[in-house]
């Protein structure tokens, strides 16, 4: 069993394959705060409450991203979420990663390096595939599975999933949902749409406009969430929809219009050439101030801008009131 009183363990992977490279040198320097705590006195292991087999991941991998490619001693699971496992995608799908660390032992720091540098391979094939993808590969601790709440990935997500890389067992034992957070990642995600809407910065580049029209669609899941309700988001708009009028409905049904008339736009040329060398992190913010602008062009004229404006009001002072 391990003491995971602390998030740096899982922290310090996450800075170092998603964002800057001080992860490592927080596994480097501080191994005592940046490692797993192993308990030493005896535990009775308790069976988990759910165990299901997944299905490999063989399609739409880039070579990067294949298993073969992956070497992480310090990694259980490379697992492959959401519409890219269900073969439910578009022009507009990303690949959703999540890596499950292996926090029940220690692990040298060599096999630290080995991990973090077959991971940044994994972001850079997934970045290749969307150089818009405004997210970097999800983490979470093994030893987390042994008291899940659903409020970070959804059980129903997991089940649906396809391995990439390890275990193709996954074993938990639920915990209960902890809806305080729930709430408050809902409102965060409203204040954070609100304000790409009052800057309009959400029709500088099809990199902006695709982070609004992702965060638009993930409100039905995270409303659910909020109400103790936990699925699979391609189901929470049936599910949602019924608690909201027409009008304040409209601009989730804008956005998924939206989604669907995506068309998809190579990388530039030389942000493709960077990925090979750089930190994957410096071509997901290149793609940030790079002005690709094809779908915002297609598809985000003036008139469009100030119905969505009109729409998102409706629905974020609903969402006010059924989290106050």
């Not at 390096?113 to 150089?131: E, G, I, T, Y």
């Not at 599975?145 to 890389?165: D, H, K, M, N, S």
Request: proline share 6%.
């Amino acid at each position: 069993m391990i003491d995971r009183g602390s998030s740096a363990y899982i922290d310090a992977y996450e800075s170092a394959v998603n964002g800057t490279r001080l992860g490592l040198v927080q596994l480097a320097f501080n191994p005592l705060r940046a490692r797993p705590t192993l308990v030493t006195e005896p535990q009775v292991p308790c069976p988990p409450e759910e165990r299901f087999i997944l299905e490999p991941y063989d399609s739409l991998a880039p070579p990067a991203g294949r298993p073969a490619a992956l070497s992480a001693p310090t990694i259980h699971q490379v697992l492959v979420h959401g519409s890219q496992a269900t073969h439910d995608t578009c022009e507009f799908s990303d690949i959703d990663v999540l890596v499950v660390l292996d926090d029940n032992v220690q692990f040298s720091l060599a096999e630290h390096k080995q991990s973090m540098h077959s991971l940044r391979a994994l972001l850079r094939a997934v970045l290749s595939f969307d150089p818009l993808m405004h997210h970097g590969l999800m983490f979470i601790g093994r030893s987390e599975f042994g008291r899940y709440e659903e409020t970070y990935l959804p059980v129903a997500t997991l089940r649906l999933a396809r391995v990439l890389y390890g275990s193709n067992v996954v074993e938990l034992t639920s915990a209960a949902p902890d809806l305080a957070r729930a709430k408050r990642r809902l409102r965060q995600a409203v204040a954070a749409l609100r304000k790409q809407i009052q800057s309009e910065v959400h029709s500088k580049s099809d990199y902006h406009l695709k982070n609004f029209i992702s965060g638009v669609l993930l409100l039905p899941a995270l409303y659910l969430a909020s109400r103790s309700t936990f699925v699979y988001k391609r189901d929470s708009f049936a599910l949602a929809k019924s608690d909201f009028t027409s009008p304040q409905w409209a601009l989730i049904e804008r956005a998924e219009e939206l989604r669907l008339n995506w068309r998809q736009s190579p990388a530039p040329r030389f942000i493709s050439t960077l990925l090979r060398g750089l930190h994957p992190h410096a071509a997901m913010t290149l793609s940030a101030r790079v002005p690709t602008r094809r779908n915002v062009r297609r598809l985000f004229e003036r008139h469009t801008r100030e119905r969505i404006a009109s729409e998102a009001a409706a629905l974020f002072e609903s969402l006010d009131h059924m989290t106050a």
